[in-house]
């Protein structure tokens, strides 16, 4: 199984500050026949269901703002927010969906002061 | 509006079984490939397995495999979980999402299952 692994497990800042958490694979998940890294990121928001905001570790999702960026390949991928909000209080999850079985990461809780 | 709603949860003892229901709404059901991810008390999701839009194939987490059945009926936009001999550690909300390429786009609300005596 792909081991998913994200840091850190907790982050708190200020609104308006720039915010980045990690979420390293233990194999690569860019595929080479399509350059493409199997690689989402969902936000949990307390009391609701997962919301996808990245897939392919950068496509944003429609309606997702653009303080949102996913970055990385291969192994290593960040999620960067540029300029937190307060409604960004949320768990952030990773997840592989290069090869079965689908696996997560154990999610980033930010925080806001 | 897409929307994706379980039922089917509750209470029930070791060693039983119970089958999950997520009716869809607001797409085409049948274009879909569907999943079932399940989110522990601790807060951990694992995923459970998936299903192809017609129904004709499927995955499973091999730690899953031999217990939970995943099946569908597009006639009835309802993607089902059969869960048997669950035990304490299937305490957990269950989640059924639309999928593309294997990520997943939409979400339910989840359903609450609790394996106690």
């Not at chain 2, 899953?64 to 305490?91: C, G, P």
Request: overall charge neutral; hydrophobic content about 30%.
């Amino acid at each position: 199984d792909i081991v998913m692994t994200q840091t850190p497990s907790s982050q708190a800042v200020s609104a308006g500050e720039k915010v980045t958490m990690s979420c390293k694979s233990s194999q690569s998940l860019l595929y080479s026949e399509n350059k493409k890294n199997y690689l989402a990121w969902y936000q949990q928001k307390p009391g609701q269901s997962p919301k996808l905001l990245i897939s392919w570790a950068s496509t944003r999702e429609s309606g997702v703002p653009d303080r949102f960026i996913g970055s990385g390949s291969g192994t290593d991928f960040t999620l960067t927010i540029s300029s937190v909000q307060a409604e960004d209080l949320a768990v952030y999850y990773c997840e592989q969906y290069y090869d079965t079985p689908l696996t997560f990461g154990s999610g980033t809780k930010l925080e806001i002061k | 509006e897409v929307q994706l709603v379980e039922s089917g949860g509750g209470l029930v003892q070791p060693g039983a079984s119970l089958k999950l229901s997520c009716v869809a709404s607001g797409f085409t059901f049948s274009d879909y490939w569907m999943s079932w991810v399940r989110q522990t008390p601790g807060k951990t999701m694992e995923w459970i397995g998936d299903i192809k839009y017609d129904g004709s194939y499927t995955n499973y987490a091999p730690s899953l495999k031999n217990r939970f059945t995943i099946s569908r009926d597009n006639a009835k936009s309802t993607l089902y979980l059969q869960m048997s001999n669950v035990r304490s550690e299937d305490t957990a909300t269950y989640y059924c999402t639309r999928d593309r390429h294997g990520y997943k786009s939409y979400w339910g609300q989840g359903v609450m299952v609790t394996v106690s005596s």
